[in-house]
């Protein structure tokens, strides 16, 4: 095979974006080449199929075209391919004569990025949580609870409850042991903090950056705390 020398222009290895509607993604071609190229991404939480592995289904003729996906909540190994042939299924990747690849989790081209989203997705607003046992869901990646996706996650979950209205009740924080369930998301199930009273709370979500926890993303609704 013919190597095409390609990079990764945007975003920046270790971008910590917060609440992106879209991320912008930029490729460079490094070296010209005499053949028509095509160009697609990859993202480790992408929603890959068979024969449909990338970020744009359609390749894109321009390395330096911008693409704006919207990426889900986590963190994201970024990968930006060139090949000579359009299709990305098993016949394309066994036909291809010319291609390159740059990002990945490490080297000299990797491309990691952090997306902070806060989504609550349960209870519902106005919904009942019970200090002996309750069940919080969140917009969270598929691949949480891989030792993998551990080493290079920079996303920490953080649940508040503060009391509403601000009546002397106590508030309390809580970082929360999280389990993945269907849908692309995260679940914490387990007893909330004794310090809380019960009667009207405001459940917080923030997704934090491990390394600076004042850069995050929060989602908030009312919630009614039960014994």
């Not at 098993?90 to 806060?118: D, F, N, Y």
Request: aromatic share 6%; proline share 7%; with cysteine.
């Amino acid at each position: 095979m013919t190597a095409v020398r390609v990079a990764i222009a945007a975003p920046a290895d270790e971008s910590v974006l917060v609440s992106p509607a879209t991320v912008a993604l930029q490729g460079r071609l490094d070296e010209p080449v005499a053949i028509g190229l095509y160009f697609r991404w990859y993202s480790s939480l992408g929603p890959a199929s068979k024969d449909h592995y990338a970020l744009n289904e359609q390749a894109l003729t321009d390395a330096a075209a911008v693409l704006r996906p919207a990426l889900a909540a986590g963190t994201h190994v970024l990968t930006f391919a060139a090949s000579d042939q359009l299709g990305q299924d098993a016949a394309a990747q066994a036909a291809t004569r010319s291609g390159g690849v740059a990002g990945g989790a490490a080297g000299p081209t990797k491309c990691i990025v952090h997306v902070l989203r806060a989504t609550l997705r349960a209870p519902a607003a106005g919904a009942s949580l019970s200090k002996a046992g309750a069940q919080i869901d969140a917009e969270g990646p598929p691949l949480w609870g891989d030792a993998g996706y551990q080493a290079i996650n920079r996303l920490r979950y953080r649940l508040r409850f503060d009391p509403s209205p601000a009546d002397g009740r106590p508030s309390a924080d809580l970082v929360p042991a999280l389990t993945v369930v269907a849908g692309g998301a995260v679940r914490y199930s387990g007893t909330l903090p004794p310090q809380l009273g019960s009667g009207a709370y405001t459940l917080r979500l923030r997704v934090e950056d491990k390394l600076d926890a004042n850069v995050h993303a929060e989602d908030a609704r009312a919630v009614v705390i039960t014994a």
